[in-house]
């Protein structure tokens, strides 16, 4: 007898320690979390930044972008909560849209850079190494709550979904494309390394290392899109998150190519900070 090898889904998504329940969802956002305060501090204090500046920052913009990325959530997941608008805040069920977290995110940490006399470019650029690797990590969250994945295919690394988990369409099938798996490889393989790449090319302008995630995160979501069976409505058949990717890539590289256009590069020094030729001071907001 003959069968085709797959990734078995989880035998349970929470983590007991005694009476305490912890959602492995939680615990991959969290650490995702963190993995992304460290690269951005790192990276900040290389730039010349105030680093005491980054932990505040930091705060808020995962408050609010924790907000964001569940109200946009919820508004496109309206059926979802019907009857149980409670509901609305089980965040360790699963649920954050992760564009509308990443612009709420970005609004908060400019406002508190702004009011701190922070560095926009500085921060941005240590931030487009530490959302991607964020992202990596939190997708293992997804697995846990078997979300987030594909239609149905017979790959050998497609992963194994419990019926109650399908979507009303392949209830019949049982193994799908592990999305999430493909997300985070991309960043982790890709976006990551393309980012540093760049800086290190010297022809990236300092603050302009996001407009380069946004170009090479955005292909990559974008055809992640065209797998997704989660998603709720669709413009020509394209996802709302399939849209919102195109205009992810070239926005980044228009705004890319006007960034670059307003002064020097800047080129990183991995003994010490990088140093832009047009000084950006700390109290500029870019």
């Not at 959602?23 to 105030?50: C, K, M, N, P």
Request: charged share 15%.
């Amino acid at each position: 007898m003959s069968f085709l090898a797959s990734i078995p889904s989880p035998s349970n998504n929470v983590l007991e320690l005694g009476p305490l329940e912890i959602h492995y969802y939680g615990i991959a956002i969290g650490i995702g979390v963190l993995v992304a305060y460290w690269a951005t501090f790192r990276r900040y204090e290389r730039y010349g930044g105030d680093p005491a500046l980054v932990e505040r920052t930091v705060l808020w913009a995962v408050g609010i972008g924790f907000l964001g990325a569940r109200l946009a959530y919820v508004t496109t997941h309206t059926a979802r909560f019907e009857g149980e608008w409670y509901k609305i805040f089980f965040i360790w069920e699963g649920g954050l849209a992760l564009f509308g977290g990443l612009i709420a995110g970005a609004v908060a940490a400019w406002a508190t850079l702004r009011r701190n006399g922070g560095s926009l470019p500085k921060f941005a650029d240590g931030a487009a190494v530490g959302i991607p690797l964020a992202q990596a990590i939190g997708r293992i969250g997804n697995y846990f709550n078997q979300e987030l994945f594909g239609t149905p295919s017979t790959l050998p690394w497609a992963v194994e979904i419990d019926q109650i988990y399908r979507p009303a369409a392949y209830r019949t099938f049982e193994t799908f494309h592990p999305t999430f798996l493909y997300e985070m490889l991309w960043n982790l393989v890709l976006t990551v390394p393309i980012v540093l790449l760049a800086e290190r090319s010297g022809k990236v302008r300092q603050g302009g290392l996001i407009f380069v995630y946004a170009m090479v995160y955005g292909t990559g979501r974008f055809l992640m899109e065209l797998l997704r069976t989660d998603t709720t409505f669709r413009v020509l058949g394209i996802s709302r998150n399939g849209w919102v990717s195109v205009a992810a890539v070239i926005g980044g590289a228009l705004a890319l190519r006007w960034w670059n256009a307003r002064g020097e590069r800047v080129t990183a020094d991995p003994a010490g900070p990088a140093v832009d030729d047009e000084v950006v001071g700390e109290g500029s907001a870019g």
